[in-house]
């Protein structure tokens, strides 16, 4: 079992939906939490950061940790074409290396 | 904002050959990472380096060697290349204060193709 799961997908929704990626992990030692979007053959780009448990939003997406229940998750609000990508949660201990998901490629249809 | 800056983007080598890879993180940053990423994989950690001296390894094979150099910047030394090598290759870079790490900013990605 991977120490972190994450839906591959992929998931199509309609422009203007609401997206919602989750990921569930197992490594208790796990603080940082991102999330990264990837576009074909582009390297992952930073989206959110979150450390500890919590919520945090930045513009249409928000980021909920809830390190009780080992899940995190990426809420996309209004979703674009633009959105379409790849996107990676990630996990860190805090100064070690990053632990990705397998990534859940997302399409929004015009 | 300045990024952290990997060449070259493209490589192609054969089988039994040489490659390596570069890596300049972004400017203050004092921690650096390389990744392997396959064909529809997540990124796979390799091994970081801070402050020149290696901080953690993980799946690098033998045939692979890196270093962090005195400005920062890395390098990824692949030898006896083989068919599986072909990735993407990508190197992250974070700022270390002590008592955390700043989150990984990642680099555009060397794409090398094995022949």
């Known amino acids: 079992q991977k120490e972190v799961e994450q839906d591959p997908g992929p998931l199509s929704v309609p422009e203007g939906a609401i997206v919602s990626l989750n990921c569930t992990y197992s490594n208790s030692a796990f603080q940082y939490f991102m999330w990264y979007r990837q576009y074909s053959r582009k390297g992952p780009e930073l989206l959110m950061y979150?450390?500890?448990?919590g919520n945090k939003e930045d513009g249409r997406f928000t980021a909920q940790v809830d390190k009780s229940s080992k899940y995190i998750s990426l809420f996309i609000r209004d979703s674009q074409p633009s959105d379409s990508a790849t996107y990676l949660c990630a996990m860190s201990e805090g100064y070690q290396k990053v632990t990705f998901g397998t990534g859940t490629k997302l399409q929004v249809i015009p | 904002a300045a990024g952290v800056i990997q060449s070259p983007r493209h490589l192609i080598k054969e089988k039994r050959e040489t490659a390596t890879l570069k890596c300049y993180p972004i400017?203050?940053?004092?921690?650096v990472y390389w990744y392997q990423q396959g064909p529809g994989q997540d990124p796979q950690f390799l091994i970081s380096?801070?402050?020149?001296?290696?901080?953690d390894k993980g799946s690098i094979p033998d045939r692979f060697s890196a270093q962090q150099f005195s400005d920062y910047h890395s390098e990824l030394n692949m030898s006896s290349l083989e068919l599986g090598d072909s990735a993407l290759y990508f190197c992250a870079s974070s700022f270390w204060s002590g008592e955390s790490t700043d989150t990984q900013y990642f680099g555009p990605g060397t794409r090398l193709t094995v022949l």
């Open positions: 380096f801070y402050e020149k001296m290696q901080s």
């Open positions: 400017p203050r940053h004092d921690t």
């Open positions: 979150t450390y500890s448990s």
